[in-house]
């Protein structure tokens, strides 16, 4: 036994292989350890600058239940869509969904279809620490209006009998509302006085509530309440387009974002463009490295003063010389995703180095910036008869039978004659005929595009247009166009949606459970670990040492993923490892490894009834164990030597292990098939769990019973069993 | 090894059995199970009081407006409130969450509320929940049978080895019966409802059960090729061999589940409770039901 240590590493004894298989396993808990505790890991090298490479940090990835969110359930209506088409309109609808979300910047939304056994479509939308939830289900379902009008030619003039009836009307109106403002003036209870004078139907039974209002959502009564201190009332009447204001301010605060709930800010920028070859639209020829040199040179010599002309020499934004490139105020959401990261972390007053976006490399000028404030206010308001109250509701424009139901598709173009970006439209067939019809009945007349109630485009047909493609051209820069277009696209669902469930989790609650179950796992494992060593002694510690690399190796696992393939091939060359030949279990590792590399595994979701899972596997976990300690005690009663013994429990208890586990599989298998969410996540851990407590239990336990010499163990034979055998001593 | 004379006193093991069997099938008849609004359908919604918490009665007259029906109002812990009821819209939500910091106010301007959970199932959702569950337990079993008829095809003298899969599934129709009749009773006495968490709780018995029914039915495998006893006596040292183990098995196991019930959180109680007195009752049924039923099968087949 005292050979050289280099031969015994090659050629290994007995005994030697049980060291090796030792170092493996002390490998395993070395990587296992690393990923558990990686970020520990990371700043205890930065601590005590240690020169070792830092590890990547995996997060575990937390169910809403534990992190706080809102998962919302869909049903998806597709009754009217022939079978063969329903999955894909189920998977348009999940695209929409998608895009909306992403508009507004979720991190990392999760929209999944659910297929049912009834045959429901259900889209599940899953929303990390989201604030709103209101808002969310009103984004989700919302539907960007798209529709044509063309000219009202029916409209009606008022007669100067109508003129005269107006006018008394409106200073009947007008006396009216001095006179309630005299009584709220006059320390009378606002809400009282709204829900008694105020002809605003919606509001007026609510004391005239109007909620949190912005500037984009109500400018008039906006503007009005601006200028009112907190807790104050209008001093005289606000007069807006059909009427007359009296105004409460309740609050004012800064509008925060509903799902990152940081402040929403609105940035006033300009900016220069240089576009390469490759990106959207771009004619400049440059390839990618010139244009990064041309801009760089463009920055060295930039200053607030000459930025403007800069950008009327150089920018290869087609509409930068009417615009100077100038951009306005816009909030979050209204440009690229790289821009608006850029411009908004930028300094005000700076000119940013050279951001790259799909559409080239910018400079960005950034002039100012705001908080977007919002005002809670209620009103009384006072109705003022106009002409089209009169005339009847007529507009200058009236709808045609065009909507953005039959649009098939958006896309960007660029205007040949001046390079302007433009939206084209394609039309569906039947889209088609009626925009061949309308333009046909109104050449020489304007048509107006309407875009959520708000005209965009309000072209003159020169010709009948067949083909069933439109444009809007218009006052938009390209980031507006493309985002108008991926609106359209994103646009309409195709088939109706319904809310069918909803579930929200508060964050504290949330964090409260993983507090509760990390205790309650804590707390179970030290039973378990005091009840093993008491009763079995030495391979009970041994068992409990198992128990450790156990969970180490769980949440390792949690942590990287698995996947239903790892599953079924690790399941079976451990079992093959466990049963047959050591070796296999080498190969089980490989091929985890493997599936990790060629991206086979998605991360476990944690969920309550996940953690609960992990725990309860902890339990059954300890079952090998007990089986194999207990034969074990029985072959010393019965008399066997101590080694044999402890080889005959392992053997022996084996047959039993595999049914009973199996058996539970099979349930865990079938929950993970037939439910949903929670159920299925409290399968998945518990089917990973008892797969990796039938290795931990047996094989490492066994390996560390083996590292102790049979002689020296022995003579001890108390450290086992307080059975003597009657035999054999 | 200890040498108790279990299957001998099998009629004993057997009528107690029984008994609490046809007790717990009555509870589950006359009062049925508790459906939660997994099932039922139905909104749940828990909010925080930040200030002083309302009364019920204050609650119950606030939200008298938005006609609630059969609504149900639980307080939880020192601050939170828990309101089920019927409804599950949207708008619902919101004028309910509204109408309820309109009361946290009402007391202090400052005070207000804090949303801690909402959920809300459709009725046909629950409906669904319901099949789906059923079919899931079903194709548990046929599992289960297949498996164990399987596993112990090799030891089918005397006993066919498809009777040992039957003998197990027994034992763990009578650990589930009793585990739902409890709860039917809990649901009756204390209000306890049953969710999906639930479920997989009774599936997770299932598999349980017939585990801990398999280590006893795998020593009489092994033992019976080279027994020079009967039937019966082979059965009894069986059990008695496996007896130490089954019960530290469980013990552990309940342990595990205590402290998850004292320190767990309240959320998964109700998940764990059903564990624990599901594992408790199928180490019960696998010691004194499975393996006595055996011997009973055993003897039918001589006669």
């Known amino acids: 036994?005292?050979?050289?240590?280099?031969?015994?590493?090659?050629?290994?004894?007995?005994?030697?292989?049980?060291?090796?298989?030792?170092?493996?396993?002390?490998?395993?808990?070395?990587?296992?350890?690393?990923?558990?505790?990686?970020?520990?890991?990371?700043?205890?090298?930065?601590?005590?600058?240690?020169?070792?490479?830092?590890?990547?940090?995996?997060?575990?990835?937390?169910?809403?239940?534990?992190?706080?969110?809102?998962?919302?359930?869909?049903?998806?209506?597709?009754?009217?869509?022939?079978?063969?088409?329903?999955?894909?309109?189920?998977?348009?609808?999940?695209?929409?969904?998608?895009?909306?979300?992403?508009?507004?910047?979720?991190?990392?939304?999760?929209?999944?279809?659910?297929?049912?056994?009834?045959?429901?479509?259900?889209?599940?939308?899953?929303?990390?620490g989201i604030k709103d939830v209101k808002q969310a289900i009103k984004m989700i379902g919302e539907t960007p209006l798209l529709e044509f009008k063309e000219q009202n030619t029916e409209i009606r003039q008022v007669t100067a009998q109508e003129t005269t009836q107006l006018n008394d009307f409106n200073k009947t109106a007008e006396k009216q509302a001095t006179e309630v403002l005299g009584k709220v003036l006059s320390g009378g209870d606002f809400k009282a006085l709204a829900t008694a004078y105020s002809q605003d139907e919606k509001t007026k039974a609510a004391g005239g509530?109007?909620?949190?209002?912005?500037?984009?959502?109500?400018?008039?009564?906006?503007?009005?309440?601006?200028?009112?201190?907190?807790?104050?009332?209008?001093?005289?009447?606000?007069?807006?387009?059909?009427?007359?204001?009296?105004?409460?301010?309740?609050?004012?605060?800064?509008?925060?974002?509903?799902?990152?709930?940081?402040?929403?800010?609105?940035?006033?920028?300009?900016?220069?463009?240089?576009?390469?070859?490759?990106?959207?639209?771009?004619?400049?020829?440059?390839?990618?490295?010139?244009?990064?040199?041309?801009?760089?040179?463009?920055?060295?010599?930039?200053?607030?003063?000459?930025?403007?002309?800069?950008?009327?020499?150089?920018?290869?934004?087609?509409?930068?010389?009417?615009?100077?490139?100038?951009?306005?105020?816009?909030?979050?959401?209204?440009?690229?995703?790289?821009?608006?990261?850029?411009?908004?972390?930028?300094?005000?007053?700076?000119?940013?180095?050279?951001?790259?976006?799909?559409?080239?490399?910018?400079?960005?000028?950034?002039?100012?910036?705001?908080?977007?404030?919002?005002?809670?206010?209620?009103?009384?308001?006072?109705?003022?008869?106009?002409?089209?109250?009169?005339?009847?509701?007529?507009?200058?424009?009236?709808?045609?039978?065009?909507?953005?139901?039959?649009?098939?598709?958006?896309?960007?173009?660029?205007?040949?004659?001046?390079?302007?970006?433009?939206?084209?439209?394609?039309?569906?067939?039947?889209?088609?005929?009626?925009?061949?019809?309308i333009t046909g009945r109104n050449i020489g007349k304007p048509v107006a595009i309407y875009l959520d109630g708000y005209p965009i485009s309000t072209p003159n047909v020169n010709e009948k247009i067949p083909g069933g493609k439109a444009v809007i051209s218009g006052k938009f820069n390209i980031t507006e166009a493309k985002l108008l277009s991926q609106r359209l696209n994103a646009g309409a669902l195709p088939v109706p949606i319904e809310l069918v469930n909803q579930q929200t989790i508060g964050a504290s609650l949330g964090q409260q459970s993983v507090n509760d179950s990390m205790k309650a796992g804590l707390i179970g494992f030290i039973i378990i670990a005091i009840f093993m060593i008491l009763f079995y002694r030495l391979p009970g510690l041994m068992a409990v040492l198992a128990l450790m690399v156990y969970s180490l190796i769980v949440f390792a696992i949690f942590k990287i993923g698995f996947s239903m393939a790892a599953l079924l091939l690790v399941g079976i060359f451990l079992l093959i490892g466990i049963t047959v030949n050591g070796w296999f279990i080498l190969f089980s590792f490989i091929s985890y490894i493997l599936l990790y590399f060629i991206g086979g595994l998605s991360p476990v979701t944690l969920t309550l009834a996940g953690l609960a899972g992990a725990i309860v596997s902890v339990g059954m976990a300890v079952d090998a164990n007990i089986l194999i300690f207990a034969r074990m005690k029985e072959e010393i009663a019965n008399g066997k030597p101590l080694t044999s013994a402890i080889e005959d429990g392992f053997k022996r208890a084996w047959p039993s292990i595999r049914d009973s586990n199996f058996n539970t599989l099979i349930t865990c298998f079938i929950l993970i098939m037939f439910t949903t969410s929670a159920v299925k996540g409290f399968a998945i851990t518990l089917g990973l769990g008892v797969i990796i407590s039938m290795f931990t239990a047996i094989f490492i336990t066994r390996n560390f019973l083996n590292l102790i010499p049979s002689a020296w163990l022995e003579k001890r034979h108390s450290l086992i069993t307080s059975v003597k055998s009657s035999e054999n001593k | 090894m200890t040498n108790f004379k279990i299957i001998q006193k099998r009629n004993i093991w057997l009528s107690i059995a029984a008994a609490l069997f046809v007790v717990f099938t009555i509870s589950l008849f006359v009062w049925g199970l508790k459906f939660g609004i997994d099932f039922t359908g139905g909104s749940l919604l828990e909010v925080k009081f930040l200030g002083t918490r309302p009364s019920v009665g204050q609650i119950e007259a606030g939200l008298a407006d938005l006609k609630l029906n059969s609504l149900t109002i639980q307080p939880i812990g020192e601050q939170d409130v828990m309101l089920k009821f019927q409804q599950t819209s949207e708008e619902i939500h919101q004028a309910a969450l509204s109408k309820l910091n309109e009361l946290a106010k009402k007391e202090n301007k400052d005070n207000s509320i804090e949303e801690q959970r909402f959920e809300s199932v459709g009725p046909s959702i629950g409906q669904e929940l319901k099949i789906k569950s059923l079919w899931a337990i079903f194709f548990a079993l046929i599992a289960m049978l297949a498996y164990i008829t399987y596993a112990f095809r090799k030891v089918s003298k005397p006993v066919a080895s498809w009777k040992y899969g039957s003998a197990a599934i027994i034992a763990m129709f009578h650990d589930v019966v009793i585990t739902m009749g409890i709860f039917a009773f809990l649901g009756h006495f204390y209000g306890v409802e049953i969710n999906t968490a639930f479920v997989a709780a009774v599936l997770t018995v299932l598999g349980y059960s017939v585990h801990d029914t398999i280590v006893v039915f795998d020593r009489l495998r092994e033992n019976l090729p080279k027994s020079n006893e009967d039937f019966e006596g082979t059965v009894n040292t069986s059990l008695n061999q496996t007896l130490v183990r089954s019960l530290n098995t469980s013990l552990t196991v309940l342990l595990v589940l205590l402290a998850i019930i004292i320190f767990g959180g309240a959320s998964i109680r109700t998940f764990v409770l059903a564990l624990a007195i599901g594992i408790f009752f199928g180490t019960y049924s696998s010691i004194f039901i499975a393996s006595p039923i055996l011997v009973v099968w055993e003897r039918w087949g001589k006669k």
């Not at chain 1, 821009?339 to 799909?358: C, H, L, M, N, R």
């Open chain 1, 1 to 128: 036994m005292s050979d050289n240590i280099l031969q015994k590493l090659l050629k290994p004894s007995a005994r030697g292989k049980v060291w090796w298989v030792f170092a493996c396993i002390m490998v395993l808990v070395l990587v296992t350890s690393l990923v558990d505790f990686g970020g520990y890991y990371n700043k205890a090298v930065d601590k005590f600058k240690i020169p070792f490479p830092k590890v990547k940090e995996v997060p575990f990835r937390l169910g809403l239940d534990l992190l706080g969110g809102t998962q919302l359930t869909y049903q998806a209506d597709v009754s009217a869509i022939a079978t063969a088409d329903k999955s894909n309109a189920v998977e348009g609808v999940r695209d929409v969904i998608e895009r909306r979300i992403n508009i507004f910047g979720v991190s990392e939304p999760n929209v999944q279809i659910n297929r049912t056994s009834g045959g429901d479509y259900r889209i599940i939308v899953e929303l990390a």
């Open chain 1, 209 to 437: 509530d109007l909620g949190y209002i912005t500037e984009k959502d109500n400018p008039e009564i906006y503007n009005l309440a601006k200028n009112i201190p907190v807790g104050k009332t209008s001093a005289d009447l606000g007069k807006v387009t059909n009427g007359y204001e009296i105004i409460k301010v309740e609050d004012k605060r800064v509008k925060t974002n509903a799902f990152s709930n940081t402040e929403e800010k609105e940035v006033k920028a300009s900016h220069l463009l240089i576009c390469f070859t490759g990106t959207t639209g771009c004619e400049s020829g440059l390839s990618k490295e010139e244009a990064l040199e041309k801009i760089n040179k463009l920055k060295s010599r930039a200053t607030i003063n000459n930025f403007k002309d800069l950008i009327n020499q150089n920018s290869t934004e087609p509409a930068a010389r009417e615009s100077n490139g100038e951009l306005g105020w816009f909030g979050a959401g209204a440009m690229v995703q790289s821009f608006e990261d850029a411009v908004f972390k930028q300094a005000v007053g700076v000119i940013s180095g050279p951001v790259e976006t799909e559409f080239g490399f910018h400079l960005i000028y950034k002039q100012a910036e705001r908080k977007v404030e919002e005002i809670k206010a209620s009103h009384i308001f006072i109705k003022i008869m106009t002409e089209a109250d009169i005339v009847g509701s007529q507009s200058e424009w009236k709808n045609t039978e065009l909507t953005g139901k039959n649009l098939k598709s958006a896309t960007v173009e660029f205007n040949p004659q001046d390079g302007s970006p433009e939206v084209s439209l394609a039309f569906d067939d039947e889209g088609a005929k009626m925009f061949e019809d």
